[in-house]
């Protein structure tokens, strides 16, 4: 009886980050190549991607506090972001990145701060509720050896 109310909450967990615009379907694909061989790929591929977003948010962070502001450098910084967050399916993340790249592009200092508070806060968000994600697997999993 646990668990299947276990594996009922991370099904709805889990589609409700698709529902609600957080994951795309490239986080089905790296799904698909979990496998017994490696029952943990998702979560290591996720725990790398927040390792390494969180570096390039201190990256951002401090070139947005330079004067003049290097919009190139800003750019790059996103655009490996974005193509960081894409590899896991992080589809909010990765629409506000490419907010972010248009007020690159437009060169609005103020809308890149603005547009930068939402990458952060999307990430955040996304990290809070795949952690959550996570942990509900974690618990199936040991209730499953115990049964």
């Given at each position: 009886m646990e668990l299947n109310h276990i594996m009922r909450q991370s099904k709805f967990t889990r589609n409700s980050l698709f529902e609600q615009g957080y994951l795309d379907e490239q986080f089905t694909q790296l799904e698909d190549l979990?496998?017994?061989?490696?029952?943990?790929f998702v979560k290591e591929i996720v725990t790398l991607f927040f390792s390494d977003s969180t570096r390039l948010i201190r990256n951002v962070e401090t070139a947005l506090e330079s004067y003049p502001l290097d919009f190139c450098k800003?750019?790059?910084?996103?655009?490996?972001?974005?193509?960081?967050?894409?590899?896991?399916?992080?589809?909010?993340v990765k629409e506000e990145c490419t907010q972010f790249q248009e007020c690159c592009k437009a060169r609005n200092g103020q809308g890149c701060i603005r547009?930068?508070?939402?990458?952060?806060?999307?990430?955040?968000t996304l990290k809070r509720k795949l952690e959550t994600y996570f942990q509900i697997l974690k618990q199936g999993a040991k209730t499953s050896k115990v049964e």
């Open positions: 979990q496998d017994d061989a490696n029952p943990n800003l750019d790059d910084y996103m655009h490996q972001f974005m193509g960081s967050s894409s590899s896991i399916g992080a589809k909010k547009a930068f508070q939402r990458v952060k806060q999307e990430h955040a």
